[in-house]
């Protein structure tokens, strides 16, 4: 029944942003830590952000941090990702994920995960 889904992706020129959403049902969303992870072609997933349930604590891996950011909208069980200064590099299939005991960057951690969003970046 939990049920989580991202939206926002799509074919974008280096420099430029996009804005993810995560929208979800069916858990307790304010009490979830929610994280964003992301596999780019050919490679394993990896961490991008993630977010407590508070919204008072973030952390980023070092090739996003300071372009990319995270927030959430408890009232709205909704999940962001701001990307700006997107690079090539970015490109990937975004993930949104939902942790119910806490929040971090390990994905086996995260116990429900959405059907992910393409974002391509051109040079």
């Known amino acids: 029944q939990v049920r989580l889904e991202e939206s926002g992706g799509g074919l974008v020129q280096a420099g430029n942003s996009l804005r993810l959403s995560c929208v979800t049902s069916?858990?307790?969303?304010?009490?979830?830590?929610m994280g964003w992870f992301r596999q780019p072609p050919g490679k394993e997933r990896e961490f991008v952000a993630t977010i407590n349930w508070e919204g008072v604590h973030t952390y980023y891996t070092d090739t996003v941090r300071g372009r990319f950011t995270i927030s959430r909208d408890n009232a709205k069980n909704t999940a962001y990702l701001q990307m700006n200064s997107l690079k090539p590099e970015d490109t990937a299939v975004y993930y949104c994920?939902?942790?119910?005991?806490?929040?971090?960057?390990?994905?086996?951690?995260?116990?429900?995960w959405g059907q992910g969003t393409q974002v391509t970046v051109s040079s």
């Open positions: 994920a939902a942790d119910t005991i806490g929040y971090g960057s390990e994905s086996d951690t995260y116990q429900y």
């Open positions: 069916g858990l307790p969303f304010s009490r979830a830590g």
